[in-house]
């Protein structure tokens, strides 16, 4: 069996082949990034005549195109993260920096990290994370508006105060629309204040709309998540999106440690102990987090779990840990019957309250 590595760029590829069970280099290919250049590879795959199985460099929005082809075609894809690739690079004995030695430095992390998830096509879940992040770049272009906004508006009004948020709320900008336009003396930086104004309306405008959007597409696809106390469309969009389909992941606890909730062992000697996990994908880290801080608030088999914790001699950081370890295992369950149910039936579950 080989296993071919790529390093995917915006303008071409470049895939290495070597024998899984000794490390040796097969080959070598670099193709244009293009429909055409992605045929060439996997025919020059299929000329090899072995099994294969492809580890791609998880550079989504430059990697997304060839998984996607190479998935349509029955190819088995893996996604190796960056940094794994990058220490790679570092153990080898071939010294510098190519497109070629990244390729291999891929193929060979994927040797040292044979249990990856493998790489799915993404329907819905593709769908909802490609909405949830078009909503985030929003909110980040309106908070740029809003910081502008404020400096504008400080020159002009010194006296004004604008709480927290309050850029987010129609009140708010209808009531600084009117004291713009009641401004005399200083019509370039009115004109600019009013023009960021029109502006914060209409990135919130469609944020809302988004965030409705989502909710229509998470009730329609995971109506089980919603029904988990403390995840709101917002967190259960991003939990699937960055799982991307539970199926890549064999058991809950490879999920919880692709999500850095599951503790990092650190024993010596006959001392067993563990630390946090700082590593794994964040977001999802994020999201669960979430969850867990408003369980803790307000949710009694919850709060009733942390004082069990803290009753153990464990912190309240330390029970919030363990919380999220609990629904990181939660989660898991409930994208596997969301996975079970798409399988069976069509018709989306009503809404009822899931204890954790």
Not at 56 to 76: I, K, P, T
Not at 329 to 351: D, G, H, N, Q
Request: with cysteine.
């Amino acid at each position: 069996m080989i296993v071919i590595g790529v390093d995917p760029h915006k303008r071409s590829h470049t895939a290495a082949a070597v024998e899984r069970a000794t490390g040796e280099l097969v080959g070598e290919r670099t193709v244009a990034a293009r429909e055409r250049g992605q045929g060439e590879l996997l025919a020059w795959a299929r000329s090899l005549d072995r099994e294969r199985v492809w580890a791609l460099e998880d550079c989504r929005h430059v990697s997304s195109r060839l998984e996607r082809f190479l998935l349509a075609r029955g190819e088995r894809v893996v996604r190796v993260p960056p940094k794994l690739m990058a220490g790679a690079r570092r153990g080898a004995r071939r010294r510098g920096k190519s497109d070629a030695i990244d390729a291999l430095s891929v193929a060979r992390a994927f040797l040292r990290e044979p249990d990856l998830p493998i790489a799915m096509l993404a329907g819905a879940e593709r769908e909802i994370r490609l909405l949830a992040d078009h909503r985030e770049d929003l909110v980040g272009e309106r908070t740029r508006i809003q910081n502008r906004l404020r400096w504008h508006l400080h020159d002009l009004e010194p006296e004004l105060e604008i709480p927290p948020g309050a850029l987010d709320r129609f009140r708010w900008l209808d009531r600084l629309q009117a004291l713009l336009q009641a401004c005399t003396g200083q019509g370039v930086q009115v004109a600019i204040a009013s023009e960021l104004v029109e502006r914060c309306r209409e990135l919130t405008q469609r944020i809302n709309e988004l965030e409705r959007e989502l909710e229509l597409v998470l009730r329609s696809e995971a109506a089980e998540l919603l029904a988990l106390v403390g995840c709101g469309t917002l967190t259960a969009a991003k939990l699937m999106g960055e799982v991307a389909g539970v199926g890549r992941f064999g058991a809950e606890a490879k999920l919880a440690k692709h999500t850095g909730t599951a503790p990092l062992e650190a024993s010596s000697g006959e001392r067993q102990r563990h630390r946090l996990n700082r590593s794994g994908n964040r977001q999802l880290n994020c999201a669960l987090h979430r969850i867990a801080v408003t369980q803790a608030r307000i949710h009694q088999p919850a709060r009733a779990y942390l004082e069990r914790k803290q009753a153990e001699g464990k912190s309240r950081r330390e029970a919030l840990r363990c919380l999220k370890r609990h629904l990181a295992r939660t989660v898991y369950r409930t994208l596997k019957e969301i996975e079970r149910r798409k399988m069976t039936s069509t018709s989306a579950p009503a809404l009822e309250p899931a204890l954790t």
